[in-house]
């Protein structure tokens, strides 16, 4: 199962687009990350690398 990323959470620091090794990462027109779920691997580098725990596993 890919990632989720709580939009209100994320305070778009893109820690996580540095750390994702599939580039499933990005952030959107906001500032804030999204998921490309059709790429994501669920490694979950992300989940461990966000500061303020705005992504989480669906």
């Not at 750390?19 to 691997?41: F, H, M, N, R, Y």
Request: with cysteine; hydrophobic share 35%; net charge negative.
């Amino acid at each position: 199962m890919p990632v989720t990323v709580d939009k209100e959470t994320c305070i778009g620091c893109a820690a996580c687009v540095g750390v994702c090794p599939v580039t499933a990462l990005s952030l959107d027109d906001e500032g804030k990350s999204q998921c490309d779920e059709d790429t994501c691997i669920t490694c979950l580098a992300c989940v461990g690398t966000c500061p303020v725990s705005a992504i989480s596993e669906k």
